[in-house]
Structure formats: structure tokens, C-alpha cells
């Protein structure tokens, strides 16, 4: 307990292991620490589980293996076949996805206010008019009485991201949430991102895009096979590896792009 | 043959008689059919197989069964059953609910069922209460994209309701088939029977369509 509280990471991720069946493992005992304040930006091959591992640290999945703490607060363990996890703890940390998901039939407004009317009971009114000013931030004040199918990719999801904001979250998670926009929409969101890792928020995040993760991040991790393969600052994991596959993987996303 | 279609002019008023019955009886089992086809359509939902498996068998039951079998069952056998006299608006009304019912909880659980995964994760990401994504996240886009095949669903009963003739209910099929048999001019009579049905059907299928497409446009988000 006393090491606990002492803990200084803001996540702990402790031999993470997660399948889907019987069959496929994704995650084979991951470890991952990070400090407050970090914005890690996990890269990697497709089904080396980078998704999943954000799916997982924000409590969506069950796991077979290990333990995540926040804070040092315990908060997902797997205790034999039953996964645990703190649903208290799980509410400091905000998401987005790749698709937006926003909710169809409320408004723009009305996305916001409801987790924080319904889940911490915030008065409408305040609800409201905190969200008008997220939206204002976001330069999206026009819009916060259209419904989501009113809106260009771009701004659905700075609206998720305006949504997840609403709850003071103490991590943010972003999952690969400029690969579904139209390339003249991706900069946008990525703007919005860049100024809330400028406000000092923490954030873990999944992207393909390596101009974006260089800007981003203060550290990155090569994640493939399940496993955490290389860890260390943007320079150095994107521009000069020391892992055979690291390296084989970068110059491949780079001789594709070139 | 020589067509006389000025003998309908004589039977306008009973024809018009017919379809109001027709109308009532639908509209009518449209709202208590669904309405139980909403609470059955939760039930085929649910994890508790107490609850799942009966509500099942009675969809599986009412499906696999002509509705004709089902309106003559509900109107000899039920009240020998219960040891009371249906009148056969009653009858005609429970066999027609039952069906609508049952039509209508496959609508509404296919439904259910296209409120996707990820609007689930959204719900638990944001820490939305159990409570709170049903009732305000995945129920009110459930039905929403239920109402297409909901309306499709009011007009296959507008329709299938022509059966309740068969058991003496003086709707639109019954009227016309009496006047029919009366005045030997079944080409005629029976040609504006049709015509009555498809009046109110094809606009009806019209707004399907239209209903359809906004609902898409809406909801894909």
C-alpha cells in the first residue's frame, strides 16, 4: 500500500496480456510506465495491438493477465478468469474514436451536457454553458444546436473531442482518430490535439501519421507482436531506432509515404 | 359481360362502413401490437433466459404459423378454453396484436441490435450508468430506426387484417364480399374492394421510403 502511494506514474501498465478467444493473443505481456504529463504515441504494425492496448486502458475490454494502476490507484487487474476494473478511477480518463461516435440523435450541445448531467449531476444550465465555451474554443460555437449528421468529419471529431473535455479528464486516450477524415479535415484535429498537449494534458494516443506523432509526442513506443519493442523519445525511436524492426517498420511507413 | 361499376354508388355507404371498421381494427392492433412487440423485443434482448426463451418461442411461434390458424384458433378454441364468449371484435383484435406483436419484435430487436458496439463504447468511455445508455443513448436510436420498417409493418396488418372476414367481422373484405355475393357483380364490387386497400396502402409505402432515406441520412453519424 505504502508503495502504492508512492508510486510516481501516472499509468502503470504491469505484463498486460489480452486475446480474443482461445487463440489470439494481441497483447503478451506488455509493460508500459508513464509520468504525468507525458503524451506517448504508440506506433506500430497493424494487429500488434496498439488499439487494443488504449481499448484496454480505457476499460473497455476484459484481460487475462496483469494489472494497470492510475495514480497509483489500482484500477484494472485480471483476478483469475474475471477482469476488475474501478469504474471511479476509470472516469478520469476521456476517449476518442477513430469513428467519431458521437451520439445521432442529440444535438452538439446536448452530446456534451449528458455525461455531465447524468453522471455527475451538474445543473443543465452550467452544463450548457461550459459546453459553449468548449465549443467556442473548438470555433465550433455555430454548431452547437446542429446534430452530428450535420457536420463534416473534421468537426465530428472535434466534437468527441470537446465531449471527452467536458469531464475533466486526467488522461486523454485518441485512437487513430484522424484516419477516417478526408486528408483537407485531418489538420484541424490534429490543431486541437497540439494546443490541448501545449495546456499540458496528458495523453496516450494511436496514429499512422509520423508527421503528427513527431509533433506530438514527447515520447514514443514501438509496440508490435503484443509486446512493447522500443520506448524512448520521438528523435530518437522515429529518426534513428536501435531495434532491427523498429527500423524495418519505419523505413517501410517512410518509403511508402516517399 | 357488361360492366355496371354505378352499382357501387349503391353500397358507398357500407363499403365506407367496411373501411372504417378495417381502420379502427388496424390502428387499433398497430398500438397495442406494438407496444407488446417493443417489451417483447427487450425481452428477446435480454441476458436472463428465463425472460429470453419465452419471449422467443412466442415470436418463433406466431411466425411460423399461418395468421389465419392463429384468428381461428383465438376465436373457437380460446373461449372454450376459458369458459367465456368473445365477442370477434375481441377475438379479431387479440389474434391481431398477438401477430403485430410478434412481426414487430423482430423489427425492434433488429433494431437494438443496429445501435452499434461503438456507441456502447462511447457510453462507457464517457461513464455513462447502465441506465442512462439505454435509456437516452441506445432505446431512443433504437426506435428511431425502427420507424421505416415499423410503418411497413402497419401496412402488412392494414392488410392481413382482410382475414378477420372470416370469422364474421364486418370489415371492408366481409362488406364487400356480402355485396358481391348479393348482386352477382363480383368484377365489380371485388375490383373496388382492392381498390379501397390499395388507396391507403400505396401512399402508405410511399412514406415509407421517404421516412427511410431521412432516417438514414440522420442517423449516420
Known amino acids: 500500500m505504502n508503495a502504492m502511494s508512492r508510486d510516481t506514474a501516472l499509468v502503470r501498465i504491469t505484463d498486460l496480456h489480452k486475446g480474443y478467444g482461445p487463440n489470439i493473443r494481441v497483447l503478451r505481456g506488455l509493460n508500459i510506465e508513464m509520468k504525468p504529463g507525458e503524451r506517448v504515441v504508440v506506433i506500430g504494425p497493424s494487429g500488434g495491438g496498439k488499439s487494443t492496448l488504449l481499448r484496454v486502458v480505457m476499460g473497455l475490454e476484459e484481460i487475462q493477465g496483469g494489472a494497470i494502476t492510475f495514480a497509483g490507484q489500482p484500477y484494472i487487474s485480471a483476478d483469475g478468469r474475471k477482469t476488475r476494473i474501478d469504474t471511479e478511477v476509470r472516469k478520469k480518463i476521456g476517449m476518442v474514436f477513430q469513428h467519431y461516435t458521437l451520439f445521432p440523435h442529440l444535438s452538439v450541445l446536448q452530446n456534451l451536457t449528458l455525461a455531465p448531467c447524468k453522471v455527475v449531476g451538474e445543473p443543465r444550465a452550467k452544463a450548457e454553458e461550459r459546453g459553449r465555451a468548449i465549443l467556442a474554443r473548438f470555433g465550433l460555437e455555430a454548431k452547437a444546436d446542429a446534430y452530428p449528421s450535420q457536420l463534416s468529419g473534421g468537426q465530428k471529431q472535434r466534437v468527441a473531442i470537446a465531449r471527452a473535455l467536458m469531464l475533466d479528464p486526467q488522461l486523454m486516450l485518441f485512437d487513430e482518430v484522424t484516419s477516417a477524415l478526408d486528408p483537407e479535415l485531418v489538420a484541424e484535429v490534429e490543431q486541437v490535439i497540439l494546443n490541448l498537449a501545449a495546456q499540458g494534458m496528458p495523453m496516450m494516443m494511436v496514429t499512422h501519421d509520423m508527421w503528427f506523432a513527431r509533433n506530438v509526442a514527447s515520447r514514443v513506443i514501438f509496440c508490435a507482436g503484443g509486446v512493447v519493442v522500443e520506448d524512448g523519445p520521438p528523435e530518437q525511436v522515429l529518426g534513428d531506432p536501435k531495434e532491427e524492426r523498429t527500423r524495418e517498420f519505419i523505413d517501410r511507413v517512410f518509403h511508402i509515404k516517399g | ?221
Open chain 2, 1 to 221: 359481360m357488361s360492366l355496371d361499376f354505378s352499382i357501387l354508388l349503391k353500397f358507398a355507404d357500407a363499403l365506407a362502413l367496411g373501411l372504417w371498421m378495417t381502420l379502427k381494427l388496424t390502428v387499433l392492433c398497430v398500438v397495442l401490437g406494438s407496444t407488446l412487440g417493443f417489451l417483447i423485443g427487450l425481452a428477446r434482448a435480454s441476458e436472463n433466459a428465463l425472460i429470453r426463451v419465452p419471449a422467443s418461442v412466442f415470436v418463433e411461434f406466431f411466425r411460423g404459423t399461418p395468421v389465419l390458424i392463429q384468428l381461428f384458433w383465438i376465436f373457437f378454441c380460446l373461449p372454450l378454453i376459458l369458459g367465456v364468449e368473445l365477442s370477434n371484435l375481441a377475438s379479431a383484435t387479440i389474434a391481431l396484436t398477438l401477430y403485430m406483436g410478434a412481426i414487430t419484435s423482430e423489427t425492434f430487436r433488429a433494431s437494438l441490435r443496429a445501435v452499434g458496439r461503438e456507441q456502447m463504447d462511447a457510453c462507457t468511455a464517457l461513464g455513462l450508468p447502465r441506465r442512462v445508455q439505454i435509456t437516452n443513448v441506445i432505446l431512443p436510436q433504437a426506435v428511431l430506426l425502427a420507424v421505416p420498417t415499423l410503418l411497413s409493418n402497419c401496412i402488412s396488418l392494414f392488410k392481413e387484417s382482410a382475414l378477420v372476414s372470416a370469422v364474421g367481422m364486418a370489415d371492408l373484405m366481409f362488406i364487400g364480399q356480402n355485396i358481391s355475393n348479393n348482386t352477382a357483380r363480383p368484377v365489380e364490387v371485388l375490383t373496388a374492394v382492392a381498390f379501397l386497400y390499395f388507396v391507403i396502402a400505396f401512399p402508405l409505402t410511399r412514406l415509407v421510403t421517404r421516412v427511410e432515406g431521412r432516417m438514414l441520412r440522420k442517423l449516420a453519424a
